[in-house]
C-alpha cells in the first residue's frame, strides 16, 4: 500500500527573496517561455497587466466584507460547509484548523443562486458580482494554460484549459477572511479555543490539488510560499495584481515538470482584517488526470498512475492538510522498492 510522504519539517528561516512576476501584456512566444520557467522553478507567480477591471474585483470584494461584517448569527444561516457555504476555523473535515472564517462556492450559476439566499440581503447582486468575477478569472486560467501548453511544446494547445471551461467543471470559489487582532472576539464562536498570538496559524501549509489557482487579497499580509529546499518566502500583498499557484493536477499531466507550490498563510497580526479570493480551476468529476504523451520519455519515464479528478479529489479530502496526496498515485519503480525495502 502506498502511503502519502508526512509533511517535511520546516527547519529553515523565512528569508524574503524575488517572486517570479509575468506580464501578461507580452508577446506570445516570451510569456511562455517565462510561464513555464516560473511553474518548473516555483509553481507560482505574480501576475501583472491581467485585463480584470478594477470594478469587477471591487464588487465581490464588496459582497466579501459585507457578510463578513455580519454577525455570527447572521453568518451562521450559509453554515455548515458541508462542503459548500460558511466555515469558521475548520478547515475541511480531518481535524485541520486555522485562523480564518470563509465562504465556499461552486461556480456553476446555479449553485451560486441557491446560496445566494442564505449568504446576501440581495442574492441577485450577489450572484451578480460572483458571476463575473469567476468568468474574468476562469478566462485568465485558461489563457495562462493555453500559454504553457505552448511553453511546453505540446501539440493540442487547449488540453489544459479545455478541462476548466468544461460545463461540467468543479472549479470552485473561495474567500478568507482572516479578522484583525482586535475583531477576534466579535467573529469566532469558541475564543477560549484560541493559542497564543505568537503561534496561531491563519490556514496551515498545503498544496491546491486543482489545475490552477488565481489569488486576489486585499493590502494586508500573510501569504508565504515553500521553496523546493524546504525555505519559506514571503509574498508581499498587492490588491490591484494576481497571485497564481500551480496545483496538483497540472504537475500529474505535466508529469512532475511543473511543480505544485506548498503555500501557507499566516494568523493576521494586523488591526485591519485580511480577505483573500481564491479561484481553483478544476476539471470535470469524471475527468482523467494522467501525464501527456509528450511530457514521457525513456529519459523522463510516467511518474503518475491515471486517475479520475474524482479519485483524487476523495483521496485528497481524506487526509490532513499538510500531507502530500500525489504520493498515492505514484509509480513505485524498481529502484524506490530496493530503498523502501533498505528503509523498513
Not at 45 to 69: C, D, Q, R, Y
Request: glycine letters at 6%.
Amino acid at each position: 500500500m502506498v502511503v502519502p510522504s508526512p509533511t517535511p519539517t520546516r527547519t529553515k528561516k523565512t528569508k524574503a527573496i524575488g517572486i517570479p512576476t509575468i506580464d501578461l501584456s507580452l508577446n506570445r512566444s516570451t510569456l511562455s517561455e517565462q510561464l513555464v520557467k516560473a511553474c518548473e522553478e516555483f509553481g507560482f507567480f505574480k501576475l501583472i497587466n491581467h485585463g480584470v477591471s478594477k470594478e469587477i474585483i471591487a464588487k465581490l470584494e464588496e459582497e466579501g466584507a459585507g457578510f463578513f461584517a455580519k454577525t455570527i448569527t447572521e453568518k451562521q444561516r450559509a453554515a455548515p460547509a458541508s462542503p459548500f457555504g460558511y466555515g469558521c476555523k475548520n478547515i475541511g473535515r480531518n481535524g485541520d484548523m486555522g485562523e480564518l472564517e470563509y465562504l465556499l462556492l461552486h461556480t456553476c450559476p446555479l449553485s451560486i443562486s441557491e446560496r445566494s439566499t442564505a449568504i446576501s440581503n440581495d442574492p441577485t447582486k450577489f450572484c451578480c458580482a460572483v458571476n463575473n468575477y469567476v468568468g474574468a478569472v476562469k478566462d485568465i486560467a485558461c489563457e495562462i494554460l493555453d500559454l504553457v501548453a505552448e511553453g511546453l511544446w505540446v501539440q493540442d494547445k487547449c488540453v489544459f484549459s479545455r478541462l476548466i471551461r468544461d460545463v461540467q467543471s468543479d472549479s470552485l470559489l473561495r474567500i478568507n477572511h482572516y479578522p484583525g487582532v482586535n475583531d477576534i472576539d466579535d467573529w469566532d464562536p469558541s475564543p477560549k479555543l484560541h493559542q497564543c498570538k505568537s503561534n496561531r496559524i491563519g490556514f496551515g501549509e498545503h498544496s491546491d490539488p486543482q489545475i490552477l489557482t488565481i489569488l486576489r487579497s486585499n493590502d494586508v499580509g500573510g501569504l508565504q510560499i515553500a521553496l523546493q529546499d524546504g525555505l519559506w518566502i514571503p509574498v508581499p500583498p498587492d490588491p490591484n495584481e494576481f497571485f497564481v499557484f500551480v496545483g496538483d493536477a497540472l504537475q500529474a499531466l505535466t508529469n512532475g515538470r511543473l511543480v505544485s507550490v506548498r503555500h501557507r498563510a499566516l494568523s493576521n497580526n494586523s488591526m485591519k482584517p485580511r480577505m483573500s479570493m481564491m479561484y481553483f480551476g478544476a476539471p470535470p468529476l469524471n475527468a482523467w488526470i494522467s501525464p501527456l504523451s509528450e511530457l514521457v520519455s525513456p529519459q523522463k519515464p510516467n511518474l503518475y498512475k491515471p486517475f479520475t479528478w474524482e479519485e483524487y479529489k476523495k483521496a485528497a479530502y481524506s487526509l490532513r492538510l499538510g500531507d502530500t496526496r500525489l504520493d498515492l498515485f505514484k509509480i513505485c519503480t524498481h529502484h524506490d522498492e530496493i530503498i523502501n525495502s533498505l528503509i523498513n
